[in-house]
């Protein structure tokens, strides 16, 4: 199977299970394909834009982590705290090797994740709300489990956006006075080399 093929068969996936076995059967040659053949950008981006608004010291929740991309990235800008969340054992025990986290939890976004209320000051979510992927109602979690003042920053496909809920999630979540829009960035190519075609933005949100 070629790269590219991989990342269409996993889009392809019916369920939670079958999603997580394909990343565990992915998760040894996970880095180097999406470096080689999709150039992919968005862990750096998605962290260089939370890190304008949160502590280095703050204590981080990477959710939907896989092999600890975006925790290798929010390292390098000095963030020690991290707490490692993934669907998938095979591609947290590629994290965990990378020793960049305090702790990896074999956990489903979408999911009541075991988590306390108000237990992180931060959460990052880099491709994870795309094709196949975590539900719309992620966010809800994720606003419970971040403090008050705290920040929630992800990456958002532009098309899953408008044709997964998301809209209209981020629209309730900040009607209902949870959450404020700090940031969202200008479209970019999250995957230029690989799916040129593809956009994603960057949004982050304070806890009310």
Excluded at 15 to 25: A, G, I, K, P, V
Excluded at 109 to 115: H, I, S
Aim: net charge negative.
């Amino acid at each position: 199977m070629t790269q590219n093929n991989r990342v269409q068969w996993v889009y392809s996936s019916q369920n939670e299970q079958e999603l997580e076995e394909r990343y565990d059967q992915w998760a040894e040659e996970y880095d180097a394909d999406l470096e080689s053949e999709y150039g992919w950008i968005s862990p750096q981006r998605t962290s260089e834009t939370m890190a304008r608004y949160v502590e280095k010291s703050a204590s981080v929740l990477d959710a939907g982590a896989g092999t600890g991309l975006v925790g290798e990235c929010l390292h390098q800008l000095g963030f020690t705290n991290m707490t490692a969340m993934d669907l998938s054992n095979g591609m947290l025990e590629v994290a965990r090797r990378k020793n960049i986290y305090s702790a990896l939890d074999q956990m489903t976004m979408g999911e009541t994740l075991g988590y306390e209320t108000n237990q992180f000051d931060a959460s990052i979510v880099v491709g994870v709300f795309t094709q196949g992927h975590a539900p719309a109602s992620s966010l809800d979690e994720l606003v419970r489990v971040v403090k008050t003042g705290g920040h929630i920053a992800f990456s958002l496909r532009t098309d899953t956006y408008l044709e997964n809920g998301f809209k209209d999630k981020i629209d309730s979540l900040t009607s209902d006075g949870l959450w404020k829009l700090v940031e969202v960035t200008d479209p970019y190519h999250p995957l230029p080399k690989g799916e040129p075609e593809v956009q994603h933005q960057v949004w982050v949100f304070q806890i009310n």
